[in-house]
């Protein structure tokens, strides 16, 4: 299935970007093709970039996935499971699908701290078995918003790490500096509290 253009506007395949500008529609149409089954019962058909791993987490890889008729790119995880119904990884796997399946059909103000899942499947290539799961493609990370947010100081528009801002932060650097990065993690708790908050509600 190729994905291009429903407009008549002039312009080319390689113009047109995914919806989180990292690829040409072009670039989309040479990826794998997959397919999820949305929590309302639907068939989401994604274009996925199998060879960029996006994140790793301790039951598999995510790749950046493309849904043209959502017109939003998501983030495919997939993982590894054996066929046994008493195998470990597939009772964690099926147990992340039965959690996020019941926040993901909350009300939007309900849940809107928590990743939001639009489906998921399990499919079966080179006699191995996979849980794809097709969650929001969020941002960045904690750590690497927090490494990237503090790159430029606006006081004194100096470049520094991570490490020299903790190092700042222990007494090196003005207090206005110091400031703004207690200003920074105070915001990045609070959003976490609000997501431990929605999800103990439940």
Not at 46 to 58: A, M, R, Y
Request: hydrophobic share 35%; charged share 25%.
């Amino acid at each position: 299935m190729e994905f291009g253009e429903s407009s008549g506007k002039a312009k080319t395949k390689l113009s047109v970007k995914c919806h989180c500008r990292k690829y040409s529609i072009e670039q989309i149409n040479l990826h794998i093709d997959r397919t999820i089954y949305s929590v309302d019962g639907g068939i989401i058909n994604l274009k996925v970039d199998e060879n960029e791993i996006i994140g790793q987490g301790d039951l598999g890889s995510v790749f950046h996935a493309y849904w043209n008729e959502g017109g939003v790119c998501l983030a495919l995880k997939s993982s590894h499971i054996l066929n046994s119904p008493s195998d470990n990884k597939r009772i964690w796997a099926e147990n992340e699908v039965k959690i996020l399946e019941y926040f993901s059909n909350l009300e939007e103000n309900e849940r809107n701290y928590i990743i939001y899942m639009y489906g998921h499947n399990e499919i079966k290539e080179n006699r191995k078995n996979f849980k794809l799961v097709g969650l929001e493609l969020a941002g960045m990370n904690f750590l690497y918003y927090f490494n990237e947010i503090i790159q430029i100081y606006p006081e004194t528009e100096e470049k520094i790490g991570l490490f020299d801002s903790f190092k700042r932060k222990f007494g090196i650097g003005t207090n206005t500096s110091i400031n703004r990065l207690e200003s920074i993690l105070t915001d990045m708790l609070k959003c976490s509290a609000r997501a431990l908050e929605q999800f103990h509600k439940r």
